[in-house]
């Protein structure tokens, strides 16, 4: 079993930061990547950015170049740091863990790769 904690989330206005965290405890033989995803109510759920092994970050267009993805294995947490944000970054942010033997951009953004979920934190971006 894999357990994620988010945080960080919050209200900015347009062009604005924020950094949100997932702090992971439990079995580290069952996950090799830690992916953030985001979903809007009625929509599903989006791959934003993961990072496979601690080193290689994968990122969805929309994000590239605004948001970075790091690790710090010494407080088992993964960020997110977001700049440069836009009203159409509002949405749940969930973190989640996943296991794969080899990994390329598709598969670290796509939800089926990812069998532990955090309960999210909400980033709201006016305008």
């Known amino acids: 079993q894999v357990y994620l904690v988010e945080s960080g989330g919050g209200s900015v206005q347009a062009g604005g930061s924020l950094r949100l965290s997932c702090v992971v405890s439990?079995?580290?033989?069952?996950?090799?990547?830690i992916g953030w995803f985001r979903q809007v109510p009625g929509n599903e759920r989006e791959g934003v950015a993961a990072?496979?092994?601690?080193?290689?970050?994968f990122y969805a267009d929309s994000v590239k170049g605004r948001f970075t993805i790091s690790q710090d294995n010494g407080k088992n947490t993964v960020y997110l740091q977001m700049n440069s944000l836009k009203p159409e970054d509002t949405a749940m942010y969930y973190c989640a863990a996943g296991f794969r033997s080899a990994m390329g951009r598709d598969e670290a953004l796509d939800v089926s790769t990812y069998k532990y979920w955090g309960q999210g934190t909400q980033v709201t971006v006016s305008s």
């Open positions: 439990g079995n580290t033989y069952s996950r090799n990547t």
């Open positions: 990072i496979y092994m601690g080193l290689s970050g």
